[in-house]
């Protein structure tokens, strides 16, 4: 699960010498928040965000409002973008938790691919979000069981055993420590089977130390 | 896997084109050579244009990237890629997109390298140019495209120049070219119209495997259903620079709304179903000019539905219910395509079954034609060097019964218009016998009698350079009257009109020069001129391969019907596997100058199967995308023709040659094994493991269009 499988590939980039005006209608029109501003053979250049084209009217020669319409029509995307040195971007070999490390570090909503110099992609917040449902196995049917285990090793295999002994299928499954106690771990499992919730929870239960918290039906 | 999410900004396509309307300005006016287009294609999606040629394909393409000359322009309608509207805009930045993120492949791929320049180099510029990329870093990244595209030996094609490889090579340099930037869409205007049906659908395999890796929305241009039904998620049907047609692939071949789209349907023989329910109903009249389209709907000339509201109103593309179908056509709910008569007045050949007759008109036996060829070093120039030929033809033997149609099919280089030209005389057999009526034909056509070469006559694939452009095609079609004194002088006008005829050409064509004929109207010349001094034997070399697939299945009727009327007997070459087995009695596979199987049209399309006619059947794009093909695949390049493998020539490159409990035996000549009378298949391979082998293709349902 690398970057490059992930990202959104041909993203909506933008020229240097754009102007502001045009790219703020082009990011509401392709509806996205970040735009990488490419040169030749999309080179990484600069990103434009939302909050870049908040432009402080400090920043401004005048604050006559004739003056500001003339002055922000003839301003470029160049003279207002975070430079390219700046711009915090990820390798299109990189692991998608270390993309969401960086920008979980860096308090950023998206990160330009690169592939050398090369803008190949974008990865966004939204990205990992749809990632996080795909691994989860979202919006089909199937029984989505929660189970408490405690924290130590050969416990995943127990339950996996039990699962296969009564020949359901494992659509997806994913697991973390319990944050309120340590000594457990909480993990979540997806499965395929024509049973009710009731065997379910109660197969499950009957292995030892292993708790079912939640179940529910996943349409 | 359902899509749990689906972003707003996914939903953008690539390419937006809106009502796109492009012209050229010409004296005393301009021509609206394309109206009213209007298509998307999101990422990873491969939308086909089809349409016969001038209906604005490639028009439509040219538009997209600014490309339509000096006198062209868009007139209405956007062109939107990525969101923004390329119409309008500078030339600079257009020419940055059309680097960094739209790329073209076309058909002739020698018009997109540079013959001076070697192909590593070329390739390089593109990365150290626009990326400033390193030069080694370039030549790995290059490498690993040619990879990629399959390229054999890839290191080495680097330092190779472009006519060092083969033509289906070319291609595949071109289209890794084209994916070195990684471009957003990918515009491909027939890229394998001049390729081999082998080597095609490698190239198709390649396109649809680099459309799921690379997520690149891809526009492709084409003539044939065949490939649209192989490559395409959507499809459009182009007629007359109007889109009249648009739905996803399934959709389009299940239950094609316009009656132009269900015309074409009709018109393209099919492998796979049985001879009798793939007859050809041509399209009447032909595709209007820009400037001469008719007012309400531009179909309604040539259409069977045609009622009063067609001619008068302009139909408007608009949507079916319940599905993705978009169609042009005020009526397409009422028209049922199952039940589609064809016209009365059309005749239809081919249905009565001929009779049989054993007398043998040709016959063939060993037949070699050597070409001697010249080395380059100092003994060759005294000629004390070893003599090297060209074997392009090698112990070819068949019989053709007299009224009957022999196919040759394979693919380009394989000999089949040397052995034709050998019959014919333009070339000296080296050894063999030839026996036409009994008459030796291996000399060459100058020491030929008269009469002889009056019974032996050709048709070729392109009637452009075979017809003197300033006799008209009165003087074209008498002249082999006259030659032969077929008949008086005095008469000879009124055979050329009964010829014209019979061409469905009518008698003002009598004084027309070849340049004022449409492509399919000087191949009815051609034939016309053939057919006049009465020959027992025609030679057809693709004559309908050049031509759009409405004209190539009247031209096919047409020949069918000359065929029932004179009893003529036909060899008919062809690299098109379904029309053969359409048109012809007895099919001979050729590979390599060699035969390599040889019988009745029914036996050769089932099995058993030399394996060479297996890859040959699995390899041809069939118009159905729900029909299951089996996928074999030729390794490698056609070896030369100056040092054939020894043996069969077919093993270095055979898919079957594990079959045999030891391969080695594929280096010495394979038995001819007979599978009927009539039916050779010249193999190691047993027959009964060759009939084990499961068909190349099948069939599910019944097609609606047969």
Redesign the interface.
């Known amino acids: 699960m690398l970057v490059k499988d992930y990202m959104s590939r041909h993203p909506f980039m933008l020229e240097e010498d754009s102007s502001i005006v045009e790219a703020q209608s082009y990011m509401s029109e392709v509806h996205v928040r970040h735009l990488p501003v490419v040169g030749d053979g999309k080179r990484l250049l600069g990103l434009i965000t939302r909050e870049t084209l908040m432009i402080e009217p400090g920043s401004l020669d005048s604050l006559n409002v004739w003056e500001i319409t003339r002055y922000l029509s003839g301003m470029k995307v160049k003279k207002i973008m975070i430079k390219a040195r700046d711009v915090i971007t990820v390798d299109e070999t990189a692991a998608i938790e270390d993309a969401a490390l960086l920008m979980i570090e860096n308090k950023i909503g998206c990160l330009p691919v690169l592939s050398g110099r090369v803008v190949v992609g974008m990865m966004t917040q939204e990205d990992l979000l749809v990632q996080l449902c795909r691994l989860l196995v979202t919006r089909r049917p199937g029984l989505r069981v929660s189970v408490s285990m405690p924290d130590k090793p050969g416990e995943t295999k127990k339950l996996m055993a039990c699962v296969e002994k009564q020949g359901w299928e494992i659509q997806s499954m994913g697991g973390m420590p319990d944050l309120r106690d340590d000594t457990r771990y909480s993990t979540m499992v997806k499965i395929i089977a024509d049973v009710s919730m009731e065997d379910v929870q109660e197969t499950i239960n009957q292995i030892e130390g292993h708790e079912v918290r939640d179940i529910r039906e996943t349409q | ?2 899509e ?2 689906r ?4 939903d ?1 396509p ?1 390419l937006d084109i809106e009502n796109l309307a492009v012209a050229y300005k010409v004296r005393g006016g301009e021509v609206e050579a394309v109206q009213n287009i209007t298509l998307d294609i999101k ?1 990873g999606e491969s939308h086909g244009i089809v349409g016969e040629s001038g209906c604005g394909k490639s028009t439509c393409a040219w538009a997209i990237i600014n490309f339509l000359g000096a006198n062209g322009y868009v007139k209405r309608g956007s062109i939107k890629f ?3 509207n390329l119409v309008g805009k500078k030339g600079e ?1 257009l020419r ?1 997109l059309r ?3 739209i790329a073209m492949v076309y058909q002739d791929p020698m018009q997109s390298l540079n013959p001076s320049m070697l192909l590593g180099d070329q390739l390089k510029e593109v ?1 150290t ?5 390193s030069n080694s ?1 370039a030549e790995k990244d290059c490498i690993r495209m040619l990879e990629k595209v399959q390229m054999p030996d890839a290191a080495n094609v680097m330092r190779r120049f472009p006519h060092q490889i083969s033509g289906g090579q070319q291609q595949r340099v071109v289209i890794a070219m084209a994916l070195l ?2 471009p ?1 869409l990918l515009l491909m205007d027939e890229p394998t119209t001049a390729l081999d049906v082998t080597v095609e659908a490698a190239v198709l395999d390649l396109i649809a495997d680099l459309r799921k890796e ?4 891809i526009m492709y241009i084409t003539h044939d259903l065949g490939v649209v039904a192989r490559v395409s998620t959507k499809v459009g049907v182009m007629y007359a620079g109007e889109m009249v047609e648009r739905a996803t692939v399934e959709e389009l071949f299940k239950s094609p709304q316009h009656p132009y789209t269900q015309g074409l349907m009709r018109c393209v023989p099919k492998l796979g179903t049985d001879r009798s329910s793939s007859i050809l109903y041509p399209i009447p009249g032909r595709v209007p000019p820009p400037d001469g389209r008719p007012a309400g709907c531009v179909f309604w000339p040539r259409c069977d539905y045609v009622r009063k509201r067609c001619r008068e109103e302009r139909p408007k593309l608009r949507s079916i219910a319940g599905t993705e179908t978009w169609v042009r056509c005020h009526f397409s709910e009422d028209i049922d395509m199952g039940s589609w008569e064809p016209p009365e007045d059309l005749v239809v050949p081919g249905t009565v079954p001929k009779k049989e007759v054993d007398e043998t008109i040709l016959e063939v036996k060993g037949l070699k034609k050597y070409y001697r060829v010249r080395g380059n070093s100092l003994k060759d120039v005294f000629g004390m060097g070893e003599k090297q030929y060209v074997k392009a033809v090698e112990h070819a033997s068949f019989k053709v019964p007299r009224g009957k149609t022999l196919g040759i099919v394979g693919e380009s280089g394989c000999g089949k218009s040397t052995l034709v030209k050998t019959i014919i005389g333009l070339e000296h057999a080296t050894d063999g016998e030839a026996r036409f009526l009994g008459f030796d034909i291996t000399n060459s056509i100058s020491a030929r009698d008269r009469k002889l070469i009056q019974e032996l006559q050709m048709v070729f694939q392109n009637p452009d350079s075979t017809m003197n452009p300033s006799y008209t095609v009165g003087q074209q079609i008498a002249r082999p009257l006259k030659r032969f004194n077929v008949m008086p002088k005095e008469k000879i006008t009124d055979e050329v009109l009964r010829l014209l005829r019979s061409m469905r050409l009518g008698e003002k064509y009598y004084d027309r020069l070849p340049r004022q004929l449409s492509g399919g109207e000087k191949q009815r010349v051609g034939i016309a001129r053939a057919l006049a001094s009465h020959p027992d034997l025609i030679l057809c070399d693709e004559p309908v391969s050049a031509l759009d697939v409405s004209v190539q299945a009247a031209i096919i009727n047409l020949l069918l019907e000359i065929q029932e009327e004179f009893g003529t007997t036909l060899i008919f070459i062809s690299h098109d596997l379904s029309v053969t087995r359409f048109f012809s009695e007895y099919v001979c596979v050729m590979y390599l100058g060699q035969i390599m199987e040889l019988g009745p049209a029914e036996e050769i399309y089932a099995p058993p199967y030399h394996p060479y006619t297996e890859a040959l059947l699995s390899a041809v794009p069939i118009p159905d995308p729900t029909a299951k093909q089996k996928r074999v695949r030729l390794q490698g390049v056609v070896p030369s023709a100056i040092a054939p493998p020894s043996g069969c020539r077919l093993n270095t490159r055979c898919p079957r040659r594990e079959m045999l409990p030891d391969p080695d035996i594929c280096l010495t000549d394979p038995p001819w094994r007979e599978v009927h009378p009539g039916h050779h298949i010249y193999c190691h391979i047993p027959l009964d493991e060759l009939r084990k082998i499961d068909p190349v293709v099948s069939i599910k349902e019944v097609n609606h269009a047969g």
């Open positions: 896997m359902a749990p999410t972003r707003k900004s996914e953008i690539v990422k990525q969101g923004k930045e940055r680097g960094d993120q990365l140019v626009h990326q400033g990329m870093q930037n990684n957003a690379f997520n690149t929305a």
